[in-house]
């Protein structure tokens, strides 16, 4: 077989899958819900690749409740292996009940507003129809992809999976809503959260159909999943930060750092706490055991100067777990 051929089978495959999808239910436009949260300062954390309900996930949630953050977002593969509803809730329920609302689980009251904001991913995508998922959660926008904002920080949930109906191109439906939703937002931090990584030295690689021009639109930060690592890449104007660590036991090799790498971590899971001020944006990547592993913080020009942070130690590159 031809090395082309090599290439189209499986884009065939994809494309026939695509094509077999079920009609994906989203809510009209007048009921759409919005979240506008006013406030001065914010306390997030980021999970990327954990609906395994998995010890590791356990030890991690544990970690993120501890430290009462006033919102998670994720970033995809929150229900593995298919995205079915019969595992939902004890992959996300379970451990996240307390940021879900409404919450009709089996874990709890879950919230009295929802703080819980996913984005989705490869293994969500396992359905016909995306039901469970849709079923699962109540969120802004179509569900799908999404924006909100939470006092000085505007998130926005991207979709980067072929099976999304208004494409994962930069120039498609969902991208341009990405530019004119960066371009008209006047707050102080623009974060951009979704699955697949546009960068990443790991077993995946760099998804090319996502390296949209996010600094140029206005975002502040990308965060992805998908590749079971954390690492953070400062390139094309901007903060490029994969973490895959936050439940599934599948932990990944890393290989080749791609250009821009700074930070490269694979010996342990966690989740990415960020906090943010109108002048000021802290991202750090702490294990469930407490372990640091990067620490940064972006700062708008004439924003007070912080106390110097001690720099955490470059992590080794090996693969921890077996797959």
């Known amino acids: 077989m031809s090395r082309f051929a090599t290439r189209l089978v499986p884009a065939l495959a994809l494309a026939v899958l695509a094509s077999c ?16 949260e006013r406030g001065e300062a914010v306390s997030f954390v980021a999970i990327g690749d954990f609906g395994d309900d998995s010890p590791f996930e356990a030890a991690v949630a544990t970690t993120v409740r501890a430290a009462a953050p006033d919102l998670v977002i994720t970033l995809g593969d929150n229900n593995y292996p298919n995205g079915s509803a019969q595992t939902i809730d004890a992959n996300v329920g379970k451990h996240y009940a307390s940021f879900i609302a409404p919450y009709r689980g089996e874990y709890g009251p879950g919230a009295d507003r929802n703080r819980f904001f996913p984005a989705l991913g490869n293994h969500d995508w396992r359905t016909t129809d995306l039901a469970p998922y849709l079923e699962y959660f109540e969120l802004p926008g179509n569900e799908r992809y999404y924006d909100f904002v939470w006092g000085p920080v505007h998130f926005f949930a991207v979709d980067s999976d072929f099976a999304e109906p208004d494409g994962n191109a930069f120039d498609s439906v969902q991208g341009t809503w990405l530019r004119e939703t960066l371009g008209g937002s006047d707050a102080p931090w623009k974060v951009v959260y979704m699955h697949h990584a546009p ?7 760099s998804q090319r159909v996502m390296q949209w021009p996010f600094a140029q639109w206005g975002a502040d930060v990308v965060l992805a999943g ?61 294990t469930a055991d407490g372990v640091t592993v990067d620490a940064f913080a972006l700062e708008r020009p004439g924003a007070p100067r912080a106390p110097a942070r001690k720099e955490a130690p470059r992590a080794r590159d090996y693969d921890a777990y077996e797959d």
């Open 21 to 36: 999808r079920a009609p994906i239910a989203e809510p009209p436009p007048e009921a759409r819900i919005e979240v506008r």
């Open 199 to 205: 960068y990443s030295s790991g077993r995946h690689g």
């Open 226 to 286: 998908h590749d079971h690592h954390y690492e953070r890449i400062e390139r094309d104007g901007g903060v490029f930060v994969v973490n895959g660590l936050s439940g599934s036991p599948k932990v990944y090799d890393i290989g080749t750092p791609v250009e821009g790498s700074v930070v490269r971590f694979n010996e342990g899971h966690g989740a990415l706490f960020g906090s943010a001020t109108t002048t000021r944006l802290e991202l750090a990547f702490i």
